[in-house]
């Protein structure tokens, strides 16, 4: 089990060379300006399927969540339910809804804040994926950061009876950052957060990217970003 993970990791450290193609990063891509979180509670089955009321805000980025619920496993969609939901609710200060409902929360986006996400091939059950901020040493954020960065298997409308896309997320890795892990000498500070995620039982491979975001300690979330893949991600 060492050996997945260490060679999970490895992956996206050399990415950008001999396996470049299975390489899934941000860079290139408008920074989202609003983060749109659609929660979901795991007994409500027919929340999956409602149609989208709204049109996507431009430059959002928009993620559903499955909320586990006293049901546990008998819940309709308990399968897709994560228990990091219902931490993502507490850190909003909002209640496990009994159906659904979304929430908006505005990204500064400035280019202060340079953020990167990234996943490589999937190795076993494993994607090694990242998460890297660029600061100027000049800024002064509120710290200490938490960086989001979410596993996401992409569902075309249609999948599963769903009436639009979902970014279903399928696994999360949260991170305090309270030092700065190098300081260059054009006066960026960086901070980055790299680790192995496992995937969910049941989730296409060819349908995951990361999404993350960093947030400073009064919440306000400083950059956010998604991965795009050239190509579907490969398996070995």
């Known amino acids: 089990m060492k050996c997945v993970l260490l060679w999970a990791v490895l992956t996206v450290g050399t990415a950008n060379g001999a396996l470049g193609q299975s390489f899934c990063a941000s860079d290139g891509q408008a920074t989202p300006l609003l983060l749109v979180e659609h929660f979901i509670s795991a007994d409500c089955a027919a929340c999956w399927s409602e149609p989208q009321t709204t049109r996507p805000a431009a430059q959002a980025m928009t993620i559903d969540w499955i909320v586990p619920s006293a049901q ?15 931490i993502r609710l507490d850190t909003l200060g909002q209640a496990t809804p009994a159906t659904s409902f979304v929430t908006t929360t ?12 990234a996943h490589g091939l999937s190795v076993g059950a494993y994607v090694g994926a990242t998460i890297e901020l660029k600061i100027s040493d000049k ?11 979410l ?8 999948v599963e009876g769903a009436q639009s896309e979902k970014n279903l997320v399928r696994n999360v890795l949260v991170s305090t950052w309270a030092k700065p892990d190098e300081q260059t000498n054009s006066g960026l500070v960086i901070f980055r957060e ?32 998604q991965s795009v893949c050239a190509t579907p991600i ?3």
């Open 72 to 86: 546990g496993d008998e819940a309709p969609l308990s399968a897709a339910a994560i228990r990091e939901a219902q």
């Open 106 to 117: 505005p990204v500064l986006g400035k280019p202060t804040y340079q953020l990167q996400v």
């Open 139 to 149: 800024a002064q954020p509120s710290m200490p950061l938490t960086a989001w960065l």
């Open 151 to 158: 596993l996401v298997e992409t569902l075309p409308a249609g």
């Open 194 to 225: 790299l680790r192995p995620l496992s995937i969910a039982q049941g989730a296409l491979v060819q349908r995951l990217r990361v999404m993350g975001w960093v947030q400073d300690a009064r919440g306000q979330l400083l950059s956010a970003a």
């Open 234 to 236: 490969e398996t070995r």
